[in-house]
């Protein structure tokens, strides 16, 4: 009876609400912020899909299995960022329909990983002519918000404490169209999911000195993100799409500094890169670089008095010297912990790969599970070799 009485008098107070789903701290308390403590993310099994099979049951459950959830789990992540590409799930002159073949696949996805006790975040994550429809087509605009109200209402049966809704990765338009249409997406989301913790986006490539020019919106169960893949010549050397120096970077060294880079400067051709790799040598890109860097994001966040994650951050592995990516994944990992953010790592097991398969089975690589700051289990990690993954 006491019990009865202090749980009715903390509902009054406002402390929590009673849902269908049970007794729920309101609101973003350190509790649920601490799911977002240490992730990663699954890449091309719901979004940007390469193989074959397409967005059909085939590929989602021959792309990762049990032991994929199993030994995430056991790594110790607390959540997992869930990439939802949504072109197969909505349709642009019906929005308020979502494909329902679609929402089984995504239902047990994310039933497999809460089984787990790992929290996700359910990121929509489209093809880049997603956004540009976005961008340019008012029509489109209110299509997606559309989508979204009707998305969080399906996602609201979920428990709050568990389940984030990220309004959409990387927006790649500018400030101007990017920061009204979230708004207006935040809304139809708080109006149908109203207890669950909504992950907001800065413009274009979410990064750190977009995140520094927002204002944050007037909902406080918010988590604000950005994402860290700086210095880019180092994080995506060799890669082939993104920045064009960034095909031409293979080489470059972590830490970047005039010393370092003494020996490949001499070998990179392309002038554009050469000179941006100088710039990046005589900013130094070490530890304390980093650090200072992520501390301006949190001194950001302290400003607003609102909370971060930093839910991508990787290096390309096919030509990263090995020990320098671990090196720069610790210093990352490091920063973030220092001053509270969550973090999430890119990626699973695409081309900045944790684990590799091993006989079909996932085995993470021990070098990036040690750099994370996590304790591999017996027998679930091995040593990726050079440019695998
Ligand atoms: C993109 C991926 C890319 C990664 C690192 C993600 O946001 O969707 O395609 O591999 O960033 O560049």
Not at 27 to 49: D, K, P
Not at 105 to 128: F, G, Q, Y
Not at 199 to 204: G, Q
Not at 304 to 319: A, I, K, P, S
Request: hydrophobic content about 45%; proline content about 6%; glycine content about 6%.
């Amino acid at each position: 009876m006491i019990r009865l009485n202090l749980l009715i008098m903390a509902c009054l107070a406002g402390f929590l609400v009673l849902t269908p789903l049970g007794v729920h701290a309101q609101g973003l308390t350190e509790q649920r912020f601490a799911r977002l403590a240490r992730g990663i993310n699954i890449s091309h099994w719901f979004a940007q899909v390469y193989d074959k099979k397409g967005y059909t049951p085939e590929h989602f459950w021959s792309y990762v299995n049990d032991a994929d959830f199993d030994l995430i789990q056991s790594l110790g992540f607390t959540h997992v960022r869930l990439s939802v590409e949504p072109k197969p799930l909505l349709d642009w002159d019906n929005p308020g329909e979502l494909n329902a073949d679609y929402l089984v696949d995504l239902d047990k996805a994310i039933d497999a990983l809460l089984a787990r006790n790992l929290a996700v975040i359910v990121d929509i994550h489209p093809h880049p002519d997603f956004n540009k429809k976005l961008a340019n087509d008012p029509a489109h605009a209110d299509a997606f918000v559309h989508f979204w109200s009707n998305l969080a209402e399906h996602l609201s049966q979920r428990d709050p404490e568990m389940v984030f809704l990220e309004v959409l990765n990387e927006p790649i338009m500018a400030g101007d169209k990017w920061l009204p249409l979230q708004e207006r997406a935040v809304k139809a989301i708080r109006a149908a999911a109203p207890q669950h913790t909504i992950i907001a986006n800065p413009p274009l490539w979410s990064g750190l000195n977009d995140l520094l020019k927002m204002t944050p919106l007037e909902d406080d169960n918010i988590v604000y993100n950005f994402h860290f893949y700086d210095p880019g010549l180092f994080t995506h050397q060799g890669a082939n799409w993104g920045w064009v120096t960034w095909a031409h970077s293979a080489g470059t060294p972590y830490p970047i500094t005039p010393e370092s880079i003494a020996d490949v400067l001499p070998r990179i051709e392309h002038e554009q890169t050469r000179k941006e790799l100088e710039h990046a040598a005589r900013q130094r890109w070490d530890a304390a670089r980093i650090d200072a860097e992520i501390g301006r994001a949190a001194q950001w966040a302290a400003k607003h008095g609102v909370r971060l994650t930093c839910n991508e951050f990787g290096v390309y592995r096919q030509h990263a010297d090995l020990d320098q990516r671990a090196q720069w994944l610790s210093d990352v990992v490091r920063a973030c912990e220092k001053y509270n953010i969550g973090w999430a790592m890119w990626d699973y097991q695409g081309g900045f790969a944790l684990v590799q398969r091993v006989d079909g089975m996932p085995v993470a690589d021990r070098q990036t599970v040690e750099a994370l700051g996590l304790k591999p289990a017996q027998g679930n990690t091995t040593n990726i070799q050079p440019g695998g993954s």
